[in-house]
């Protein structure tokens, strides 16, 4: 644990400490930032006086705040001395380790504030624990690793934190052989307590200041906490004092995946080749073992001529019917089975099987048996189920995620504060509280402090578009700006379209395709090739390139959420509420997601550039969603052509 750190400022009383990190706050952002080159920001100063205010309240706060606001600022400032007054951490949730780095490296916000107000800061990240090598599976494992067995062994003999961002070149194949998984039986590991995964979690728990942490991680750690208390165990996270969930816009997928089972074959598979080499197994357990992979092989076939297939999202809805129901039982049976072989070898027969190997396995089968469990009770009407198209396993989430979220998280008593700069529709916030489970809202919103007006014009096309002229208007459009585009779908079947429309063309510039190439290596293509065209169905965020690498968003489609089991069940809802789910779900989804995808262009208070919206808007019934979702103050101009 780290020494005692100095208080930012002298307090007495609970009411004193209010009072004084208000005028504290007043006195970094007025005096002491612009001493070191910072502007001073109305937009900063109101956020962050907003979240002190929810922060001494103990509000669940929806805090919106534009691109170049410093919204990490605004709320480090009340978060660091409210740590030290409760004595708990505060965890900041990320959306990615990117920004968790963002945060918390060297060069992170964390530290540069540090040193402006020579202050101390205790901060220390959570990473995802499937990030961390396993040393158990390293010594299995280690060897030939293909093309790259030098570079990889060389170091994983002298790395020291053994965190996959050490070495980003390595492939999903090689890391399912070296990395941390839910599989490892760490309970009964002989290398428990000595391992990089368990030191790395010894030292965040440790922390005075700041947990930064990933999404998946808090919402993991809130769902499993009591239950882990329960039965003994050390929660993921300590005790903290308040919550802030950056990137607030995004959590709901995590909090799902994080709440749900997945039923994957390829686990089975792994499974039942592992115990079918170890020698000497008892008949019973080989037994148990050929009826599970039957099982498993007639329960996935029926999965899959029940899935609806379409490509616009990964998650493909499921038709629920008597005979995948059947399977599925017939499954969780074999896997109860398997589970009592188990625990026999275990107790009896342990010279076997390696405790380690029969530990993973039995966490393996438990998580199973009970998503088979949800998914077959009351044929999973309380249940939200998909198909991952990616690996073909199954999704069984609660469908009362909503509730959960105020039994676990709002109910705490503590300030939880979300921030993002697309949490409103015209500062409307009842969709996104609608979708958190949120019903009492204290909110703020600022725009972004940057010149939109003389930075960013936006350009729609009246009339309905014929596919013929979509397609030369985005060839005019690219040729035109020569390149330096970033053309925005919604579908990889439409990245395909265009792809097929251009055809042979040649362009004086390079054309990359969502389709055609790993994400990372795409947006860093994007950034270097300065006149490069990046067309995707998957960069409406998380892309950032400023510069004039980007001076032209391209909407070839306005972004109206997929019919995926996640829209499906909030349409449902709001059906069942009354509400039109048109209106109240497709169209506030939409305006989001065009927020966002136009905050694409905008980075530095340097850049410039267009937006041109080929779908249609003038005159349809969604035209006032879609202009309230265009950057506030940008010029809007209607053409025919280009």
């Given at each position: 644990?780290?020494?005692?750190?100095?208080?930012?400022?002298?307090?007495?009383?609970?009411?004193?400490?209010?009072?004084?990190?208000?005028?504290?706050?007043?006195?970094?952002?007025?005096?002491?930032?612009?001493?070191?080159?910072?502007?001073?920001?109305?937009?900063?100063?109101?956020?962050?006086?907003?979240?002190?205010?929810?922060?001494?309240?103990?509000?669940?706060?929806?805090?919106?705040?534009?691109?170049?606001?410093?919204?990490?600022?605004?709320?480090?400032?009340?978060?660091?001395?409210?740590?030290?007054?409760?004595?708990?951490?505060?965890?900041?949730?990320?959306?990615?380790?990117?920004?968790?780095?963002?945060?918390?490296?060297?060069?992170?916000?964390?530290?540069?504030?540090?040193?402006?107000?020579?202050?101390?800061?205790?901060?220390?990240?959570?990473?995802d624990p499937h990030q961390y090598i396993c040393d158990v599976k390293v010594e299995d494992h280690m060897g030939d690793f293909g093309e790259m067995s030098k570079e990889i062994n060389d170091w994983l003999g002298k790395t020291k934190l053994g965190e996959r961002s050490e070495m980003p070149m390595i492939s999903d194949q090689v890391w399912k052989h070296i990395g941390w998984?839910?599989?490892?039986?760490?309970?009964?590991?002989?290398?428990?307590?000595?391992?990089?995964?368990?030191?790395?979690?010894?030292?965040?728990?440790?922390?005075?200041?700041?947990?930064?942490?990933?999404?998946?991680?808090?919402?993991?750690?809130?769902?499993?906490?009591?239950?882990?208390?329960?039965?003994?165990?050390?929660?993921?996270?300590?005790?903290?004092?308040?919550?802030?969930?950056?990137?607030?816009?995004?959590?709901?997928?995590?909090?799902?995946?994080?709440?749900?089972?997945?039923?994957?074959?390829?686990?089975?598979?792994?499974?039942?080749?592992?115990?079918?080499?170890?020698?000497?197994?008892?008949?019973?357990?080989?037994?148990?073992?050929?009826?599970?992979?039957?099982?498993?092989?007639?329960?996935?076939?029926?999965?899959?001529?029940?899935?609806?297939?379409?490509?616009?999202?990964?998650?493909?809805?499921?038709?629920?019917?008597?005979?995948?129901?059947?399977?599925?039982?017939?499954?969780?049976?074999?896997?109860?089975?398997?589970?009592?072989?188990?625990?026999?070898?275990?107790?009896?027969?342990?010279?076997?099987?390696?405790?380690?190997?029969?530990?993973?396995?039995?966490?393996?089968?438990?998580?199973?048996i009970r998503g088979l469990a949800r998914f077959t009770r009351n044929r999973a009407k309380d249940m939200i189920v998909w198909v991952d198209s990616r690996d073909d396993s199954l999704w069984v989430v609660p469908r009362n995620l909503t509730e959960m979220m105020n039994q676990y998280l709002y109910k705490q008593d503590i300030p939880i504060i979300y921030t993002s700069a697309?949490?409103?529709?015209?500062?409307?916030?009842?969709?996104?509280?609608?979708?958190?489970?949120?019903?009492?809202?204290?909110?703020?919103?600022?725009?972004?402090?940057?010149?939109?007006?003389?930075?960013?014009?936006?350009?729609?096309?009246?009339?309905?578009?014929?596919?013929?002229?979509?397609?030369?208007?985005?060839?005019?459009?690219?040729?035109?700006?020569?390149?330096?585009?970033?053309?925005?779908?919604?579908?990889?079947?439409?990245?395909?379209?265009?792809?097929?429309?251009?055809?042979?063309?040649?362009?004086?510039?390079?054309?990359?395709?969502?389709?055609?190439?790993?994400?990372?290596?795409?947006?860093?293509?994007?950034?270097?090739?300065?006149?490069?065209?990046?067309?995707?169905?998957?960069?409406?965020?998380?892309?950032?390139?400023?510069?004039?690498?980007?001076?032209?968003?391209?909407?070839?489609?306005?972004?109206?959420?997929?019919?995926?089991?996640?829209?499906?069940?909030?349409?449902?809802?709001?059906?069942?509420?009354?509400?039109?789910?048109?209106?109240?779900?497709?169209?506030?989804?939409?305006?989001?997601?065009?927020?966002?995808?136009?905050?694409?262009?905008?980075?530095?208070?340097?850049?410039?550039?267009?937006?041109?919206?080929?779908?249609?808007?003038?005159?349809?019934?969604?035209?006032?969603?879609?202009?309230?979702?265009?950057?506030?103050?940008?010029?809007?101009?209607?053409?025919?052509?280009?």
């Amino acid at each position: 644990m780290c020494a005692r750190l100095k208080e930012p400022f002298e307090y007495k009383t609970k009411e004193e400490f209010q009072t004084n990190l208000v005028e504290w706050i007043g006195d970094v952002l007025y005096d002491i930032l612009p001493e070191h080159g910072y502007e001073i920001r109305d937009e900063q100063i109101f956020t962050a006086f907003q979240i002190a205010d929810a922060f001494g309240k103990k509000e669940v706060h929806l805090a919106e705040a534009g691109l170049g606001t410093g919204k990490t600022f605004a709320y480090l400032l009340s978060a660091i001395p409210y740590a030290r007054f409760r004595k708990k951490p505060v965890v900041i949730a990320c959306a990615t380790s990117a920004l968790q780095e963002q945060l918390a490296s060297e060069e992170g916000d964390i530290n540069k504030l540090s040193k402006v107000l020579g202050l101390e800061i205790d901060a220390r990240m959570a990473k995802d624990p499937h990030q961390y090598i396993c040393d158990v599976k390293v010594e299995d494992h280690m060897g030939d690793f293909g093309e790259m067995s030098k570079e990889i062994n060389d170091w994983l003999g002298k790395t020291k934190l053994g965190e996959r961002s050490e070495m980003p070149m390595i492939s999903d194949q090689v890391w399912k052989h070296i990395g941390w998984d839910e599989s490892m039986g760490c309970e009964v590991c002989s290398n428990r307590g000595y391992c990089k995964l368990m030191k790395a979690k010894e030292s965040y728990r440790d922390t005075v200041d700041l947990i930064i942490v990933d999404h998946e991680t808090f919402f993991h750690d809130l769902w499993t906490r009591e239950e882990r208390i329960a039965d003994g165990k050390v929660p993921i996270l300590p005790s903290y004092a308040a919550v802030i969930l950056d990137e607030g816009h995004k959590i709901m997928l995590p909090a799902a995946m994080q709440a749900g089972d997945q039923i994957d074959k390829e686990e089975f598979d792994a499974m039942i080749t592992s115990i079918e080499e170890v020698q000497g197994a008892r008949d019973s357990l080989v037994s148990a073992m050929v009826s599970l992979e039957q099982a498993s092989n007639a329960f996935f076939a029926t999965l899959d001529q029940s899935v609806r297939k379409q490509r616009r999202s990964n998650r493909q809805s499921v038709r629920l019917n008597p005979s995948l129901f059947k399977a599925a039982d017939e499954l969780r049976k074999l896997l109860d089975q398997l589970l009592l072989e188990m625990q026999i070898e275990q107790e009896l027969y342990f010279e076997s099987i390696p405790a380690t190997l029969i530990q993973a396995y039995e966490g393996q089968l438990e998580r199973a048996i009970r998503g088979l469990a949800r998914f077959t009770r009351n044929r999973a009407k309380d249940m939200i189920v998909w198909v991952d198209s990616r690996d073909d396993s199954l999704w069984v989430v609660p469908r009362n995620l909503t509730e959960m979220m105020n039994q676990y998280l709002y109910k705490q008593d503590i300030p939880i504060i979300y921030t993002s700069a697309t949490l409103s529709n015209e500062g409307d916030f009842s969709y996104f509280a609608r979708t958190i489970g949120l019903k009492k809202i204290s909110k703020s919103t600022v725009g972004s402090p940057f010149d939109i007006e003389n930075q960013v014009t936006v350009t729609l096309v009246p009339g309905v578009k014929r596919e013929n002229d979509g397609m030369e208007q985005l060839l005019s459009l690219l040729e035109k700006n020569g390149g330096r585009a970033l053309v925005l779908t919604n579908s990889l079947e439409e990245v395909e379209r265009i792809r097929e429309g251009i055809g042979e063309r040649e362009f004086p510039f390079e054309m990359l395709w969502e389709d055609k190439g790993d994400r990372g290596y795409l947006v860093k293509r994007f950034r270097e090739e300065e006149t490069s065209v990046l067309v995707g169905a998957d960069f409406w965020e998380g892309i950032d390139v400023p510069g004039d690498a980007l001076t032209l968003v391209v909407i070839w489609q306005l972004p109206f959420p997929a019919l995926d089991p996640l829209a499906e069940v909030q349409r449902a809802e709001a059906k069942e509420q009354g509400l039109d789910p048109v209106k109240t779900v497709d169209y506030p989804e939409m305006g989001l997601k065009l927020k966002q995808g136009c905050g694409r262009l905008i980075r530095t208070e340097e850049d410039h550039g267009e937006i041109v919206i080929l779908d249609k808007v003038v005159g349809t019934p969604w035209e006032k969603v879609v202009m309230g979702s265009l950057p506030e103050g940008a010029h809007i101009k209607k053409t025919e052509s280009f």
